[in-house]
Protein backbone atom coordinates (compact mmCIF):
# COMPACT_ATOMS: atom_id res chain seq x y z
CA UNK A 1 0.00 0.00 0.00
CA UNK A 2 2.92 2.40 0.93
CA UNK A 3 4.39 1.34 -2.73
CA UNK A 4 1.38 2.23 -4.71
CA UNK A 5 1.05 6.03 -2.79
CA UNK A 6 5.00 6.65 -3.04
CA UNK A 7 4.45 5.69 -7.07
CA UNK A 8 1.23 8.06 -7.09
CA UNK A 9 3.53 10.69 -5.40
CA UNK A 10 6.42 10.25 -7.98
CA UNK A 11 3.56 10.42 -11.23
CA UNK A 12 2.44 13.47 -9.50
CA UNK A 13 5.51 15.37 -8.89
CA UNK A 14 6.49 14.16 -12.26
CA UNK A 15 3.59 15.99 -14.10
CA UNK A 16 3.81 19.48 -11.92
CA UNK A 17 7.53 19.69 -13.24
CA UNK A 18 6.16 19.50 -16.47
CA UNK A 19 3.64 21.70 -16.19
CA UNK A 20 6.11 24.22 -14.56
CA UNK A 21 8.31 23.49 -17.84
CA UNK A 22 5.92 23.98 -20.56
CA UNK A 23 4.49 27.39 -18.62
CA UNK A 24 8.42 28.15 -18.39
CA UNK A 25 8.79 28.03 -22.16
CA UNK A 26 5.06 29.72 -23.11
CA UNK A 27 6.43 32.69 -20.91
CA UNK A 28 9.96 32.74 -22.72
CA UNK A 29 8.18 33.02 -25.94
CA UNK A 30 5.98 35.72 -25.09
CA UNK A 31 7.01 39.21 -25.09
CA UNK A 32 5.38 42.73 -24.68
CA UNK A 33 5.10 44.85 -27.90
CA UNK A 34 4.72 48.75 -27.52
CA UNK A 35 4.40 51.69 -29.71
CA UNK A 36 3.42 54.72 -31.39
CA UNK A 37 0.44 55.61 -34.20
CA UNK A 38 0.57 58.27 -36.09
CA UNK A 39 -1.38 59.97 -39.19
CA UNK A 40 0.98 59.80 -42.21
CA UNK A 41 -0.24 63.36 -43.25
CA UNK A 42 0.14 65.25 -40.50
CA UNK A 43 1.83 63.45 -38.11
CA UNK A 44 -0.61 63.54 -35.01
CA UNK A 45 -1.53 60.67 -33.04
CA UNK A 46 -4.07 58.73 -33.49
CA UNK A 47 -6.13 57.43 -30.52
CA UNK A 48 -8.26 54.52 -30.42
CA UNK A 49 -6.46 52.66 -33.04
CA UNK A 50 -7.30 48.53 -32.43
CA UNK A 51 -4.10 46.52 -32.16
CA UNK A 52 -5.40 42.91 -32.37
CA UNK A 53 -3.65 39.35 -32.74
CA UNK A 54 -4.25 38.48 -36.27
CA UNK A 55 -6.59 35.33 -35.28
CA UNK A 56 -7.03 36.01 -31.91
CA UNK A 57 -9.69 38.08 -29.38
CA UNK A 58 -6.54 39.22 -27.62
CA UNK A 59 -6.04 43.11 -28.86
CA UNK A 60 -5.63 46.64 -27.25
CA UNK A 61 -6.48 49.93 -28.47
CA UNK A 62 -4.20 53.52 -28.87
CA UNK A 63 -4.67 56.21 -26.04
CA UNK A 64 -5.12 59.66 -26.23
CA UNK A 65 -1.67 59.98 -27.22
CA UNK A 66 -1.41 57.20 -29.76
CA UNK A 67 0.41 54.92 -27.75
CA UNK A 68 -0.49 50.90 -27.08
CA UNK A 69 1.42 48.27 -25.26
CA UNK A 70 0.48 44.31 -25.67
CA UNK A 71 2.24 40.93 -24.77
CA UNK A 72 2.05 38.50 -27.39
CA UNK A 73 4.10 35.92 -28.73
CA UNK A 74 6.91 36.27 -31.60
CA UNK A 75 6.14 34.83 -34.64
CA UNK A 76 1.98 36.68 -33.55
CA UNK A 77 1.12 39.19 -36.94
CA UNK A 78 -0.52 42.26 -35.44
CA UNK A 79 -3.45 43.84 -37.06
CA UNK A 80 -4.30 47.67 -36.92
CA UNK A 81 -7.36 49.10 -37.75
CA UNK A 82 -9.14 52.40 -37.70
CA UNK A 83 -12.01 54.09 -39.20
CA UNK A 84 -11.22 55.61 -42.60
CA UNK A 85 -7.50 54.35 -42.36
CA UNK A 86 -5.96 51.55 -44.54
CA UNK A 87 -5.72 48.29 -42.26
CA UNK A 88 -2.09 47.58 -41.91
CA UNK A 89 -0.54 43.85 -40.93
CA UNK A 90 3.04 43.44 -39.03
CA UNK A 91 4.77 40.59 -37.92
CA UNK A 92 6.06 41.05 -34.32
CA UNK A 93 9.52 38.94 -34.30
CA UNK A 94 12.05 39.86 -32.63
CA UNK A 95 10.88 43.77 -32.39
CA UNK A 96 9.79 45.01 -28.94
CA UNK A 97 9.06 48.65 -30.57
CA UNK A 98 6.65 49.39 -33.69
CA UNK A 99 5.54 52.36 -34.88
CA UNK A 100 3.34 53.43 -37.47
CA UNK A 101 2.26 55.78 -39.98
CA UNK A 102 -1.28 55.00 -41.18
CA UNK A 103 -2.93 56.52 -44.32
CA UNK A 104 -5.94 57.46 -45.28
CA UNK A 105 -8.07 55.26 -46.99
CA UNK A 106 -9.23 56.49 -50.29
CA UNK A 107 -11.95 54.15 -50.84
CA UNK A 108 -13.79 54.66 -47.28
CA UNK A 109 -12.93 58.59 -47.85
CA UNK A 110 -14.82 58.67 -51.00
CA UNK A 111 -18.10 57.64 -49.43
CA UNK A 112 -17.63 60.86 -47.10
CA UNK A 113 -20.35 64.01 -48.58
CA UNK A 114 -20.15 67.63 -48.11
CA UNK A 115 -23.72 68.93 -47.50
CA UNK A 116 -24.70 72.27 -46.40
CA UNK A 117 -23.92 71.98 -42.90
CA UNK A 118 -20.76 69.79 -42.87
CA UNK A 119 -19.98 66.31 -43.98
CA UNK A 120 -21.80 63.16 -43.09
CA UNK A 121 -21.49 59.60 -44.81
CA UNK A 122 -22.83 58.95 -47.35
CA UNK A 123 -24.84 55.91 -45.91
CA UNK A 124 -26.50 58.74 -43.33
CA UNK A 125 -27.99 61.45 -45.77
CA UNK A 126 -31.26 61.07 -45.72
CA UNK A 127 -31.87 63.06 -49.05
CA UNK A 128 -30.69 62.14 -52.57
CA UNK A 129 -27.64 63.15 -52.40
CA UNK A 130 -24.92 62.33 -55.14
CA UNK A 131 -20.64 63.04 -54.59
CA UNK A 132 -18.15 62.57 -57.60
CA UNK A 133 -14.62 63.21 -56.81
CA UNK A 134 -11.51 64.40 -59.19
CA UNK A 135 -10.81 60.60 -60.23
CA UNK A 136 -14.51 60.48 -61.42
CA UNK A 137 -14.56 63.54 -64.04
CA UNK A 138 -14.71 63.21 -67.31
CA UNK A 139 -11.07 62.73 -68.24
CA UNK A 140 -9.21 65.04 -70.63
CA UNK A 141 -9.46 69.08 -71.86
CA UNK A 142 -11.97 71.02 -70.45
CA UNK A 143 -12.97 74.38 -70.38
CA UNK A 144 -15.28 74.85 -67.72
CA UNK A 145 -16.11 72.87 -64.39
CA UNK A 146 -19.94 72.12 -65.92
CA UNK A 147 -17.86 69.85 -68.54
CA UNK A 148 -16.72 67.67 -65.81
CA UNK A 149 -20.15 66.52 -64.69
CA UNK A 150 -21.70 65.69 -68.24
CA UNK A 151 -22.93 62.33 -67.99
CA UNK A 152 -22.07 61.62 -64.48
CA UNK A 153 -25.00 62.60 -62.50
CA UNK A 154 -28.17 61.15 -63.12
CA UNK A 155 -31.24 63.87 -63.21
CA UNK A 156 -28.62 66.59 -64.27
CA UNK A 157 -28.98 67.74 -67.63
CA UNK A 158 -26.28 70.32 -68.84
CA UNK A 159 -27.15 72.04 -72.34
CA UNK A 160 -24.66 74.18 -73.73
CA UNK A 161 -26.48 77.73 -75.09
CA UNK A 162 -24.38 77.81 -78.01
CA UNK A 163 -20.72 76.31 -80.27
CA UNK A 164 -19.06 79.26 -79.32
CA UNK A 165 -15.82 78.93 -76.82
CA UNK A 166 -16.83 80.09 -73.59
CA UNK A 167 -20.39 79.71 -74.17
CA UNK A 168 -22.68 78.79 -71.06
CA UNK A 169 -24.53 76.38 -70.04
CA UNK A 170 -27.38 75.64 -68.45
CA UNK A 171 -27.87 73.49 -65.76
CA UNK A 172 -31.06 71.34 -64.65
CA UNK A 173 -31.14 69.33 -62.28
CA UNK A 174 -34.65 66.60 -62.46
CA UNK A 175 -36.03 69.31 -64.66
CA UNK A 176 -37.82 72.67 -64.86
CA UNK A 177 -39.87 73.55 -62.02
CA UNK A 178 -41.81 76.59 -62.97
CA UNK A 179 -42.79 78.40 -66.35
CA UNK A 180 -41.83 81.82 -65.57
CA UNK A 181 -39.13 81.48 -62.16
CA UNK A 182 -35.38 80.83 -62.52
CA UNK A 183 -34.87 76.95 -62.74
CA UNK A 184 -30.98 76.98 -62.13
CA UNK A 185 -29.73 75.50 -59.37
CA UNK A 186 -28.09 77.07 -56.67
CA UNK A 187 -23.77 76.83 -56.89
CA UNK A 188 -22.10 77.05 -53.93
CA UNK A 189 -18.17 76.73 -53.58
CA UNK A 190 -16.47 76.48 -50.42
CA UNK A 191 -19.73 77.55 -48.37
CA UNK A 192 -20.61 80.91 -50.56
CA UNK A 193 -22.82 80.81 -52.99
CA UNK A 194 -22.85 81.69 -55.87
CA UNK A 195 -25.95 84.05 -57.74
CA UNK A 196 -27.51 81.89 -60.54
CA UNK A 197 -27.28 85.97 -62.20
CA UNK A 198 -23.61 85.22 -62.49
CA UNK A 199 -21.07 88.55 -63.09
CA UNK A 200 -22.75 91.14 -65.07
CA UNK A 201 -20.84 90.57 -68.79
CA UNK A 202 -20.02 87.51 -68.53
CA UNK A 203 -21.84 84.42 -70.30
CA UNK A 204 -20.55 81.44 -68.07
CA UNK A 205 -20.45 82.29 -64.23
CA UNK A 206 -18.49 79.04 -63.67
CA UNK A 207 -15.80 80.03 -66.17
CA UNK A 208 -14.19 81.61 -62.97
CA UNK A 209 -13.35 78.46 -61.52
CA UNK A 210 -10.63 76.55 -62.78
CA UNK A 211 -11.06 72.85 -63.15
CA UNK A 212 -7.72 71.98 -61.89
CA UNK A 213 -9.22 73.29 -58.61
CA UNK A 214 -11.97 71.45 -58.00
CA UNK A 215 -11.75 68.24 -55.31
CA UNK A 216 -15.28 67.21 -55.46
CA UNK A 217 -18.87 68.01 -56.39
CA UNK A 218 -21.85 67.37 -54.74
CA UNK A 219 -25.41 67.24 -56.12
CA UNK A 220 -27.89 68.06 -53.91
CA UNK A 221 -31.79 66.49 -55.76
CA UNK A 222 -34.22 66.80 -53.83
CA UNK A 223 -36.30 69.63 -51.75
CA UNK A 224 -34.52 68.78 -48.26
CA UNK A 225 -31.88 71.10 -49.76
CA UNK A 226 -34.72 74.03 -48.98
CA UNK A 227 -34.27 73.38 -45.32
CA UNK A 228 -30.31 74.25 -45.81
CA UNK A 229 -30.50 77.04 -47.82
CA UNK A 230 -34.00 78.46 -48.31
CA UNK A 231 -36.18 79.10 -51.35
CA UNK A 232 -32.85 79.64 -53.04
CA UNK A 233 -32.36 75.98 -53.18
CA UNK A 234 -35.67 74.73 -54.15
CA UNK A 235 -34.22 73.99 -57.73
CA UNK A 236 -31.43 71.79 -56.26
CA UNK A 237 -27.52 72.76 -55.20
CA UNK A 238 -24.36 71.74 -56.28
CA UNK A 239 -21.46 72.15 -53.98
CA UNK A 240 -18.10 72.67 -55.52
CA UNK A 241 -15.43 71.99 -53.03
CA UNK A 242 -12.13 73.14 -54.32
CA UNK A 243 -8.31 71.62 -53.44
CA UNK A 244 -6.45 72.18 -50.32
CA UNK A 245 -3.25 72.30 -49.40
CA UNK A 246 -1.84 69.10 -47.12
CA UNK A 247 -0.81 69.97 -43.20
CA UNK A 248 2.19 67.77 -43.35
CA UNK A 249 3.76 71.09 -44.00
CA UNK A 250 5.41 69.60 -47.69
CA UNK A 251 5.60 72.14 -50.54
CA UNK A 252 4.78 70.18 -53.62
CA UNK A 253 4.64 72.22 -56.74
CA UNK A 254 2.64 70.63 -59.71
CA UNK A 255 1.95 71.55 -63.28
CA UNK A 256 -1.10 70.04 -65.33
CA UNK A 257 -0.66 71.34 -69.35
CA UNK A 258 -2.60 70.12 -73.17
CA UNK A 259 -3.26 70.89 -76.07
CA UNK A 260 -6.35 70.18 -78.17
CA UNK A 261 -7.28 70.81 -81.78
CA UNK A 262 -10.82 71.01 -82.59
CA UNK A 263 -12.58 70.23 -86.33
CA UNK A 264 -15.76 70.08 -87.78
CA UNK A 265 -16.85 66.71 -87.28
CA UNK A 266 -19.01 66.88 -90.83
CA UNK A 267 -19.92 68.95 -93.46
CA UNK A 268 -22.68 69.09 -95.83
CA UNK A 269 -22.40 67.88 -99.06
CA UNK A 270 -23.21 70.03 -101.64
CA UNK A 271 -22.87 70.90 -105.35
CA UNK A 272 -19.59 72.46 -106.76
CA UNK A 273 -19.61 75.50 -108.29
CA UNK A 274 -19.11 73.47 -111.84
CA UNK A 275 -21.85 70.99 -110.86
CA UNK A 276 -24.74 73.62 -109.86
CA UNK A 277 -23.35 75.38 -113.36
CA UNK A 278 -24.33 72.09 -114.89
CA UNK A 279 -27.61 72.05 -113.17
CA UNK A 280 -28.80 75.54 -114.23
CA UNK A 281 -27.74 74.93 -117.70
CA UNK A 282 -29.98 71.80 -117.88
CA UNK A 283 -32.74 73.60 -116.84
CA UNK A 284 -32.51 76.56 -119.39
CA UNK A 285 -32.12 73.99 -122.13
CA UNK A 286 -35.17 71.23 -120.96
CA UNK A 287 -37.29 72.94 -118.60
CA UNK A 288 -37.71 76.58 -120.27
CA UNK A 289 -35.30 78.76 -117.76
CA UNK A 290 -34.19 82.11 -118.80
CA UNK A 291 -30.88 81.69 -120.04
CA UNK A 292 -30.03 84.81 -118.08
CA UNK A 293 -30.40 82.94 -114.71
CA UNK A 294 -26.56 81.74 -116.38
CA UNK A 295 -24.93 85.40 -115.92
CA UNK A 296 -24.31 85.80 -112.34
CA UNK A 297 -22.74 82.15 -111.82
CA UNK A 298 -18.99 82.81 -112.71
CA UNK A 299 -16.29 80.43 -113.77
CA UNK A 300 -15.28 79.77 -109.75
CA UNK A 301 -15.42 76.57 -107.72
CA UNK A 302 -14.90 78.06 -104.09
CA UNK A 303 -15.74 75.22 -101.19
CA UNK A 304 -17.17 78.36 -99.36
CA UNK A 305 -17.16 75.50 -95.91
CA UNK A 306 -13.14 75.20 -96.53
CA UNK A 307 -13.38 79.37 -96.35
CA UNK A 308 -15.29 79.87 -93.04
CA UNK A 309 -14.13 76.28 -90.72
CA UNK A 310 -10.65 76.45 -89.42
CA UNK A 311 -8.71 73.76 -87.02
CA UNK A 312 -8.92 75.18 -84.15
CA UNK A 313 -6.00 75.17 -81.54
CA UNK A 314 -7.21 75.43 -78.01
CA UNK A 315 -4.62 75.17 -74.96
CA UNK A 316 -4.69 74.66 -71.42
CA UNK A 317 -2.13 75.54 -68.35
CA UNK A 318 -2.33 75.29 -64.73
CA UNK A 319 0.65 75.43 -62.17
CA UNK A 320 -0.54 75.06 -58.42
CA UNK A 321 1.97 75.79 -55.00
CA UNK A 322 0.82 74.15 -51.95
CA UNK A 323 1.95 73.27 -48.64
CA UNK A 324 1.19 74.83 -44.99
CA UNK A 325 2.95 77.09 -42.58
CA UNK A 326 3.02 75.53 -39.34
CA UNK A 327 -0.59 73.92 -38.87
CA UNK A 328 -2.37 76.64 -41.51
CA UNK A 329 -2.61 74.60 -45.13
CA UNK A 330 -2.42 76.84 -48.10
CA UNK A 331 -2.83 76.46 -52.12
CA UNK A 332 -2.26 78.89 -54.91
CA UNK A 333 -3.07 77.93 -58.21
CA UNK A 334 -2.73 80.09 -61.64
CA UNK A 335 -4.13 78.54 -64.58
CA UNK A 336 -4.08 80.07 -68.19
CA UNK A 337 -6.87 78.81 -71.07
CA UNK A 338 -6.86 79.65 -74.66
CA UNK A 339 -9.63 78.17 -76.45
CA UNK A 340 -10.25 79.25 -79.81
CA UNK A 341 -13.99 78.07 -82.25
CA UNK A 342 -13.88 76.22 -85.28
CA UNK A 343 -14.98 79.25 -87.22
CA UNK A 344 -13.02 81.85 -88.71
CA UNK A 345 -13.20 85.37 -87.37
Do not use: C
Not at 57 to 64: I, L, Q
Not at 166 to 176: C, D, N, V
Not at 253 to 280: H, I, M, P, T
Not at 327 to 333: E, G, I, K, L, Q
Request: charged content about 20%.
Amino acid sequence: MKKYYRLISRMLFAIGLGLMFISSQSFAQSTSVSGTIKDTESGDPIPGVNVVVKGTSNGTVTDVDGNYTISVDKDAVLVYSFVGYATQEVTVGSQTTINLSMEMDISQLGEVVVIGYGEIKKDDATGSVLAIGKDDFNPGAVGSPQELLLGKAAGVVITSAGGAAGAGQTIRIRGGSSLRANNDPLIVIDGIPLESAGISGMANPLSTINPNDIETFTVLKDASATAIYGSRASNGVIIITTKQGSKDGKMLVSYNGNVQVGVANKKLEVFSGDEYRNLVQDRVDNYGFDAAALNGLGTANTDWQNEIYRNAISTDHNVALSGAIKSTPFRVSVGYTSQDGILKE
